[in-house]
């Protein structure tokens, strides 16, 4: 018969050995964005294909700025001084566009997964 005590040490060596593995599975290649005077910096990202990633988002400007991607289906809307962030499930190769809806003609950038 197993006592409680067992399964708890056999409980507590598995959570141990499987700790830094769980830790490392949850990091996301993480990568940042500005948004500056009605542009983005840098303007092309480049990404691994088939990789999880986040990308930060910090709007440096005097107001609202938007990131926004129709190829990508996201956006999201930064108040001036604001930072937040996008998640971005693994990308097929490719190049994928976006845009700050408040400066269209001039806040422009690319995704490039490679």
Known sequence: MITRRTQFIVATAL???AGPGL???EELLTLKLTA?????YPEIIEVPA???FKIVITNEGPGPEEFESSDLNKEKVL???ATSFLVFAPLKPGTY???GEFHPETAKGR???K
């Open 50 to 52: 088939g990789t999880r």
């Open 111 to 113: 995704i490039v997964a």
């Open 23 to 25: 830790a490392a599975a």
């Open 15 to 17: 959570w141990l050995a």
């Open 36 to 40: 500056r005077n009605g542009r983005f």
């Open 79 to 81: 108040a001036s001084g």
């Open 97 to 99: 566009r976006f845009f």
